[in-house]
């Protein structure tokens, strides 16, 4: 059985960081290409960063561009989202998901097919 779990969300100020992490266990996670994306409230979920199951390739939507890394550690079975200078519009529900493709950084929700419960990020100003 495979489980996604994130962890990491919090409240921020305006300017803070935080560092989410997604442990996948119940599969092999170093076949899988791995993402996160977030969910605002009234909002569509969108895509925010995803990375090669080798790590050797990352892409990034143009909103956390510059601000948020994504990195991962096959070892440990674990992806991060290391998160600089937060707004207020990062507050958001993320979420962590596994896809079998990987289609040269485009996030599409479809292809993934494991996904965690979410870990909800709030940056107050």
């Known amino acids: 059985q495979v489980q996604v779990v994130e962890s990491g969300g919090g409240l921020v100020h305006t300017g803070g960081s935080l560092r989410l992490s997604c442990t996948a266990s119940?599969?092999?996670?170093?076949?899988?290409?791995m993402a996160w994306f977030r969910q605002a409230p009234g909002k569509e979920r969108e895509g925010v960063s995803c990375?090669?199951?080798?790590?050797?390739?990352?892409a990034y939507a143009g909103s956390v561009k510059g601000r948020f890394t994504i990195s991962r550690d096959n070892a440990k079975n674990t992806l991060y989202l290391q998160m600089e200078s937060l707004k207020p519009e990062d507050t958001a529900m993320y979420y962590c998901?596994?896809?079998?493709?990987?289609?040269?950084?485009?996030?599409?929700?479809?292809?993934?097919?494991?996904w965690g419960q979410g870990t909800q990020v709030t940056v107050s100003s």
């Open positions: 998901a596994a896809s079998r493709f990987w289609r040269d950084g485009l996030l599409l929700q479809s292809d993934y097919k494991y």
């Open positions: 119940g599969l092999t996670f170093d076949d899988y290409a």
């Open positions: 990375i090669h199951w080798s790590g050797a390739s990352t």
